[in-house]
């Protein structure tokens, strides 16, 4: 029991770390959760099936079931967070445990996170577009102000001298 707590935790806190890797940008999290998907749909449940290999799999399979329910379930909007955990109890019943429901839900996370990476990268280039015809503007505003001084003291400067002046 004790090792199934000290496995529930260290996927937890995988899964929570590379769920925030991905808010700041980084996408190199899929591949460990694609590769625990991938084991999971593919090794991990069609050994469970062997009486044998069941007692050598159920800890690696609750690791990597745990992990994949915690980086998924940040992924989406409710109606997509409600999907994954349905497929996830899914895929405790033996038949159809063979669909791959973990691999579909990590590639529909990452096809997400890259849309995301996408919206965030036209974002980024019209912010910039704006932030360059504000400082464009600022200059150009700077400059007309520059000219209107100068004109002022052009012409201060012309009456100062077409006036008679008192002796």
Known sequence: MATQLGTVRDASS???KHRAAIKNGDL?????????????????DMLTATLLAAVVTEFLG??????LFIFLWGKGKWKVRLVV????CFDSIPAVSLIPFSTVCVAYAYW???????????????LETLVISQRMRQQQMAQVAQ????????TVEADQNSSPKKV
């Not at 997400?112 to 019209?126: H, N, P, S, V």
């Not at 001084?149 to 052009?154: F, R």
């Open 112 to 126: 997400q996170a890259l849309k995301g990476a996408d919206e965030a990268k036209i974002e980024l280039a019209r």
């Open 62 to 67: 609750l690791f990597i079931s745990v992990y």
């Open 85 to 88: 955990f349905i497929l996830g």
């Open 14 to 16: 995988l899964a929570l």
């Open 147 to 154: 000219a209107q001084m100068a004109q002022e003291a052009a």
């Open 28 to 44: 190199s999290p899929f591949i460990p959760a694609f590769a625990f998907a991938l084991a999971k749909d593919s090794l991990i």
